[in-house]
């Protein structure tokens, strides 16, 4: 939630559709002092690969709608803005949540699965995917990134 609300702040108060990469780096490192300029150029990075920003002609469009969002009074983003998702980290946590066990458990099952039933011959996110279906745990949002993932590994 962190990053959309920081993506959305400059859209917000200066209501516009549609910024330049200098008035977002601006925004973010001069004018509210959230952070420094490259951390303001990975952010819009970020925003991109996460699918709230789109970049055309050098202008940055928000994708959502800035005025649905609420800012808190005081907001500074966290560090956790400059993170990428990791989509089996994101797959596990759901596991966790829908089993009502620890992380640790996922994990040895998970690491059973893949020892035990495969040789050691599966990579963790396909491993991951299969408890998601053992236990019926939603995961088709999360599809394509965990592909790709794959791919990367």
């Known amino acids: ?72 009074i005081g907001f500074k983003p966290s560090s956790s803005v400059f993170e990428a998702n990791d989509p089996a980290r994101e797959l596990l946590s759901r596991i966790v949540k829908a089993r009502g066990v620890t992380e640790t458990e996922v994990a040895a099952e998970m690491n059973t699965v893949i020892r035990e039933q495969f040789d050691n011959n599966l990579l963790p996110p396909a491993a991951l995917v299969l408890l998601a279906k053992k236990y019926r745990v939603p995961y088709e949002d999360l599809r394509e990134a965990l592909v790709s993932s794959l791919k990367k590994a």
Not at 11 to 27: A, D, I, Q
């Open 1 to 72: 939630m962190t990053l959309e609300i920081t993506v959305a702040a400059p859209f917000k108060h200066t209501r516009k559709t549609g910024m330049r990469k200098n008035e977002l780096v601006y925004y973010y490192a001069l004018d509210r002092k959230w952070m420094s300029t490259d951390q303001a150029a990975i952010l819009l990075k970020r925003a991109e690969e996460a699918g709230l920003l789109k970049q055309e002609n050098g202008v940055y469009t928000i994708l959502t709608d800035p005025s649905a969002v609420t800012i808190p």
